[in-house]
């Protein structure tokens, strides 16, 4: 028995080590991000030409970067098993920082470095969670992506 070793299952980080595991996420998502970005630029070359059109170009390296932070957090997410609460609000959070593009460069700066504390204040776990809550998050992710959505289009 005791060359075996006893594995447990991981909890989930409450309390204070939540939000100190939501940054470290967030910088590991942005370092996943980035590798992807690295990855993808050539794409916006292959379909858009070289030089040819750069709103085509700038285009699919934002795509690129955007798909990065998704697969960068979700995956930090899972590692860290901050849930996919903590993702999803990390996202509308992010979706809502993309919509306030006219607000000071101050104010977004501020508004960037507490979205990690606001995700994981806002997906603070244990026995008292509301019901309520996931659906909650849901929705506001859902609302922020529609908006950012017809803004875009429009």
């Given at each position: ?5 006893a ?16 940054y470290?996420?967030?910088v590991?998502g942005?370092?996943v ?14 379909v858009?030409?070289r030089?040819d ?12 970067v955007?798909?990065g ?9 899972f590692v860290?098993?901050?849930?996919w609460?903590?993702w ?5 959070l992010v ?5 306030a593009?006219t607000a000071?460069i101050?104010?977004?700066?501020v508004?960037g470095?507490?979205?990690?504390a ?15 809550r996931?659906w909650a ?10 908006v950012l959505l ?5």
């Amino acid at each position: 028995m005791s060359d075996q070793i006893a594995l447990r299952v991981r909890e989930s980080p409450i309390g204070g080590s939540r939000l100190a595991f939501s940054y470290l996420a967030v910088v590991l998502g942005l370092v996943v991000a980035g590798l992807v970005a690295a990855v993808w630029t050539p794409f916006a070359d292959s379909v858009c030409g070289r030089g040819d059109d750069l709103s085509c170009g700038l285009g699919w390296i934002y795509a690129g970067v955007l798909l990065g932070v998704l697969a960068g957090t979700a995956l930090t997410a899972f590692v860290f098993r901050l849930g996919w609460e903590w993702w999803l609000a990390l996202v509308a959070l992010v979706l809502l920082l993309a919509l306030a593009s006219t607000a000071p460069i101050w104010l977004l700066a501020v508004f960037g470095v507490l979205v990690p504390a606001l995700a994981g204040a806002a997906t603070w776990s244990g026995p008292d969670r509301p019901r309520w809550r996931p659906w909650a998050i849901a929705a506001a992710a859902s609302v922020a992506l529609a908006v950012l959505l017809v803004q875009v289009l429009a």
